[in-house]
């Protein structure tokens, strides 16, 4: 079954359908509130997402004490920054971006 990128005024999704058709009617049952503005087929059977594009280097790897963090707040980004910064001793941006780059990275 074909993959379909489909991008809203609040999402981008890929789903797979048999049509453009059957996509798009997807989109809009499960988020009723957004506008789609495109689908479109993609060329291979895979979706795929530059690490760099998310701002992951050698510098910003997951890391296990984010995500244990992450775990004991039970998803609170807020949280789990206070959390690493208190454990760690790093400052407010270190923390952030590590917190939110395990929660990209689907923490």
Sequence with gaps: MPLYEIETNAHIMIVSTETPEEARA????????DEVIRVAKRPKQMWVISKSFLGVNSQTEPCEQARDCLARAAGDKLHAIRLLMHETGVDLHE?????????SLGW
């Design 26 to 33: 997807l989109a809009n049952e499960q988020y009723p509130q």
């Design 95 to 103: 923390a952030q971006r590590a917190i939110e780059t395990n929660m």
